[in-house]
């Protein structure tokens, strides 16, 4: 809590250097030793003594840094225990049943492609003629690029991530076993042939289980500041005088 601003004692106990110590192992493994403890305690004066006389002149007053620090600490500590719970497995399962769609595995790709170059009005037409040859059979080299020439059982992210989300997008609507195109990245313009595409999976527990406890945990952290937040609320007068 705020020290009483006419105090001008400080005390540096038992638990004040232990706690010290305790952050320094922490950090650095090992014991502090004696020339450090008394670093330290040097440290934590100096700091009660500037805390103390920064609120005393009222440097914490219209400063949102220190109110947006102090909203998070009081955030945290109504969360404190919403942190630590632990789910049980019925009341995840109950989470997974009542949104599967959110922890359906993405769809998966396996495809060859064929770098054509830039994407302009040009390379277009070349790109049509490509197709051509590519869909009778003939070899079509491409322009040399980092891109693998196959990707075998990629998550649609990982495709994106690698070739763009338009050349992600594109990937369900092509037709499989036959070249498609061009079909544009974020490097230009490709033939793709998608040789391979599995469905989406309806997840188990076991296989989704960190993503449902995060998601029950965040769930539960908001409800824990909500309510905290609502029962504060409730002893301000709150007066809104909005600028005409």
Same mark, same amino acid.
Do not use: C
């Given at each position: ?33 004696? #020339?450090?403890? #008394? ?89 049509? #003629? ?30 994106? %991530? ?18 498609? %195109? ?54 301000? #007068? ?7």
């Amino acid at each position: 809590r705020p020290p009483d601003l006419g105090e001008r004692r400080i005390v540096v106990d038992e638990p004040v250097v232990s706690r010290l110590v305790g952050r320094f192992v922490d950090s650095f493994h090992r014991p502090p030793s004696p #020339d450090e403890v #008394d670093g330290m305690i040097r440290g934590y004066v100096a700091d009660e003594v500037y805390y103390r006389e920064a609120l005393r002149l009222g440097l914490d007053k219209d400063d949102e840094v220190v109110v947006r620090r102090m909203r998070r600490k009081l955030e945290g500590l109504a969360s404190a225990d919403a942190d630590a719970a632990v789910p049980s497995d019925a009341e995840l399962q109950a989470l997974l049943d009542r949104d599967t769609a959110r922890y359906v595995s993405d769809p998966r790709f396996s495809f060859d492609q064929v770098y054509l170059g830039a994407d302009t009005p040009e390379a277009r037409i070349l790109a049509a #003629d490509a197709l051509g040859r590519a869909r009778r059979g003939e070899r079509v080299a491409g322009t040399p690029s980092p891109l693998p020439a196959h990707i075998d059982r990629a998550a649609s992210d990982a495709v994106a %991530g690698r070739f763009g989300d338009a050349f992600a997008t594109a990937l369900p609507d092509l037709p499989p076993g036959q070249w498609s %195109g061009p079909v544009g990245s974020g490097l230009g313009l490709h033939l793709v042939r998608v040789t391979a595409r599995e469905a989406p999976v309806k997840p188990s527990l076991a296989s989704v289980r960190q993503q449902l406890e995060n998601d029950w945990r965040a769930a539960l952290v908001g409800h824990a500041q909500d309510a905290a937040f609502k029962r504060m609320l409730a002893g301000y #007068d709150v007066v809104i005088a909005k600028p005409r």
